[in-house]
């Protein structure tokens, strides 16, 4: 009988090189679930999530062409804590069955990645199998932002700061790929790929 395909979560802070990664993870026939790429989708796309948004910030959680408006739920979630647990209540389970229902979809495969900035922070980290937590120094991640995207110094300093240490992301996880500049990145996605593979876990 074939072994079930197995549910592997990979994480790091911002900058650390987790879509990099997984790029290279693809390469090598795995399928990777972008989960926030896919929740940003979702929050238009999804009539469910329409409706939940639209319950908790009005008619104007959406613009005129019928996107999010994305602005607008930043500025409100951002002084409103109460307003941003509703949001994460009709996200987070919607975006949570979708990538079950796509996992399930992957057919011969070992596993399935998925990528997601938050996976320790909110416990989602206990329903997968395994999880990979992606470590680069902090420098080296303000550095890589600033200049994939054109941010300030201090904006990027202020979201690391708000994030979950590093620290506390590795106690928890099963595999830690340095993408610090010096260790191959390659030799380590390869390495974890044999592993998770060949289920000697
Ligand atoms: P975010 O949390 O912001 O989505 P991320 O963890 O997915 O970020 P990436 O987008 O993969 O990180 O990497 C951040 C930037 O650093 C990108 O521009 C990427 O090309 C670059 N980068 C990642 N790893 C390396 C590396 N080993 N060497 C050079 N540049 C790198």
Redesign the pocket.
């Known amino acids: 009988m074939s072994k079930p395909t197995l549910k592997v979560g990979i994480t790091?802070?911002?900058?650390?090189?987790?879509?990099?990664?997984?790029?290279i993870f693809e390469t090598l026939g795995i399928p990777v679930y972008f989960a926030?790429e896919r929740a940003k989708k979702l929050m238009t796309e999804d009539a469910k999530i329409r409706a939940g948004l639209t319950e908790i910030f009005g008619e104007k959680a959406y613009l005129p062409d019928s996107n999010l408006d994305r602005k607008h739920l930043a500025s409100v979630v951002f002084k409103d804590k109460e307003k941003l647990r509703a949001l994460e209540g009709v996200v987070h389970p919607a975006v949570h069955r979708d990538g079950e229902e796509w996992h399930r979809a992957q057919q011969n495969v070992p596993y399935t990645l998925r990528?997601a900035?938050l996976l320790v922070e909110n416990g989602s980290y206990k329903k997968l199998d395994k999880l990979i937590v992606?470590f680069?120094p902090e420098e080296?991640?303000i550095r890589?932002?600033m200049?994939?995207?054109g941010a300030e110094r201090a904006a990027v300093e202020a979201r690391i700061k708000a994030q979950l240490p590093d620290a506390e992301k590795m106690k928890v996880s099963d595999f830690v790929i340095y993408?610090?500049?010096e260790q191959s990145?390659i030799r380590q996605v390869l390495q974890v790929h044999r592993v998770l593979s060949n289920r000697d876990l």
Not at 12 to 23: L, Q
Request: with cysteine; charged share 30%; glycine share 18%.
């Open positions: 790091g802070g911002i900058g650390s090189g987790k879509t990099t990664i997984c790029r926030d990528e900035a992606v680069a080296t991640r890589r932002v200049q994939r995207d993408n610090d500049g990145l």
